[in-house]
């Protein structure tokens, strides 16, 4: 930047903060609804919705009450959702085998949402999380998770939930190869649309607690995530991350938590010049909504937390708050 030899009253910064109209002018970042990406549980069993303790606000749909809800977004604006399936345990094993059932409940679902909601841009996750008796995203052997086991899975579960109608594939897992594995295996196929959106950049985080219990996949006690998702002292790390996930096919990458790694986001949108997507993680949308159902901060906090990721260069966001947001955009228009 130009060294400029600013003075005061010369400059004056206030001069642009006078009123609300001329923020407006000089604003230099806005949130468009359309940015937003909502995270939606679905049970397979539940007949209703079922509020979840730990995430204020949220809920674990039902079927029916998933296809209410995805109707409601979508004529408040919001395009996108990203699903995660609730299972019972009887559909669990210690290889995650539901996962590449091409019949299993959330390829069922996507099929149908695409058929009653065919503009909606559908986000499914890949890992075997929500599929595993022991919470882990890949398959567990001898004791620890085993990557390129767990790499063959990934593979057809991909597949599996392009054919039921999957627009963006959101690979979570962390496994080495992955992204190129499914890239590969998805273009033998002819699945040369499938977008791949990779969670390049995921720390071993405890702000994940909640989603867990939304998505029943809390761990019992034994080997953590910390040996597959990235440990929260590395920064430099988050640019190998991204620059192979690039290199095997990702087309959008992701930083998460968001709020805690603002200056990943940064890091990453200033080196590389593919979209960068930040997820506003369970439990800092739950810190927040804590904190505003107390009434310590009013809601105000929501619009603050979001301008922040989008300031520190993310292209769009998932967030717990999308609908509120577009709620509020909408009464105002
Ligand atoms: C699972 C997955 C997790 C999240 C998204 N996909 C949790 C985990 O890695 O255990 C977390 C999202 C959130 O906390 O909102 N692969």
Same mark, same amino acid.
């Given at each position: 930047?130009? /060294?400029?030899?600013?003075?005061?009253?010369?400059?004056?910064? !206030?001069?642009? *903060?006078?009123?609300?109209?001329?923020?407006?002018?000089?604003?230099?970042?806005?949130?468009?609804?359309?940015?937003?990406?909502?995270?939606?549980?679905?049970?397979?069993?539940? $007949?209703?919705?079922?509020?979840?303790?730990?995430?204020? %606000?949220?809920?674990?749909?039902?079927?029916?009450?998933?296809?209410?809800?995805?109707?409601?977004?979508?004529?408040?604006?919001?395009?996108?959702? &990203?699903?995660?399936?609730?299972?019972?345990?009887?559909?669990?094993?210690?290889?995650?085998?539901?996962?590449?059932?091409?019949?299993?409940?959330?390829?069922?679902?996507?099929?149908?949402?695409?058929? *009653?909601?065919?503009?909606?841009?559908?986000?499914?996750?890949?890992?075997?999380?929500? @599929?595993?008796?022991?919470?882990?995203?890949?398959?567990?052997?001898?004791?620890?998770?085993?990557?390129?086991?767990?790499?063959?899975?990934?593979?057809?579960?991909?597949?599996?939930? &392009?054919?039921? %109608?999957?627009?963006?594939?959101?690979?979570?897992?962390?496994?080495?190869? !992955?992204? %190129?594995?499914?890239?590969?295996?998805?273009?033998?196929?002819?699945?040369?649309?499938?977008?791949?959106?990779?969670? &390049?950049? $995921?720390?071993?985080?405890?702000? @994940?607690?909640?989603? !867990?219990? &939304?998505? %029943?996949?809390?761990?019992?006690?034994?080997?953590?995530?910390?040996? @597959?998702?990235?440990?929260? !002292?590395?920064?430099?790390?988050?640019?190998?991350?991204?620059?192979?996930?690039?290199?095997?096919? /990702?087309?959008?990458?992701?930083?998460?938590?968001?709020?805690?790694?603002?200056?990943?986001?940064?890091?990453?949108?200033?080196?590389?010049?593919?979209?960068?997507?930040?997820?506003?993680?369970?439990?800092?949308?739950?810190?927040?909504?804590?904190?505003?159902? $107390?009434?310590?901060?009013?809601?105000?906090?929501?619009?603050?937390?979001?301008?922040?990721?989008? *300031?520190?260069?993310?292209?769009?966001?998932?967030? @717990?708050?999308?609908?509120?947001?577009?709620?509020?955009?909408?009464?105002?228009?």
């Amino acid at each position: 930047m130009k /060294a400029l030899s600013r003075k005061f009253p010369y400059t004056r910064s !206030r001069r642009l *903060r006078s009123n609300q109209t001329i923020r407006n002018l000089v604003a230099e970042n806005q949130i468009q609804v359309s940015k937003l990406i909502q995270p939606l549980f679905v049970s397979d069993t539940n $007949k209703k919705n079922v509020e979840i303790t730990t995430m204020p %606000g949220q809920k674990l749909f039902s079927k029916s009450g998933l296809f209410k809800e995805i109707e409601t977004l979508q004529k408040i604006g919001i395009g996108s959702v &990203a699903l995660f399936p609730n299972l019972t345990s009887i559909k669990k094993n210690n290889f995650g085998d539901e996962a590449l059932n091409p019949e299993n409940f959330l390829c069922s679902i996507l099929e149908q949402i695409k058929e *009653r909601f065919p503009d909606l841009v559908l986000i499914a996750d890949v890992a075997l999380d929500p @599929y595993t008796s022991s919470g882990h995203d890949g398959v567990v052997i001898n004791g620890s998770v085993d990557n390129d086991l767990t790499l063959n899975s990934l593979a057809e579960m991909s597949l599996n939930l &392009a054919k039921s %109608g999957a627009d963006i594939l959101a690979p979570s897992d962390m496994m080495d190869g !992955r992204i %190129g594995v499914i890239r590969e295996s998805l273009e033998q196929e002819g699945h040369c649309d499938t977008i791949l959106l990779s969670y &390049a950049a $995921k720390y071993a985080s405890n702000f @994940y607690g909640p989603f !867990r219990d &939304a998505v %029943g996949s809390k761990q019992k006690k034994g080997i953590s995530k910390s040996t @597959y998702q990235m440990d929260i !002292r590395n920064s430099k790390e988050s640019l190998k991350e991204i620059e192979l996930d690039i290199n095997e096919g /990702a087309d959008i990458v992701m930083v998460k938590p968001a709020m805690v790694n603002q200056d990943i986001i940064k890091l990453v949108s200033d080196n590389y010049d593919v979209p960068v997507f930040a997820y506003q993680v369970s439990g800092e949308y739950t810190m927040l909504m804590n904190s505003i159902d $107390k009434k310590i901060f009013d809601h105000n906090v929501i619009e603050e937390s979001l301008m922040a990721l989008f *300031r520190s260069g993310s292209a769009s966001v998932l967030t @717990y708050f999308a609908k509120w947001f577009a709620q509020q955009y909408d009464k105002s228009n």
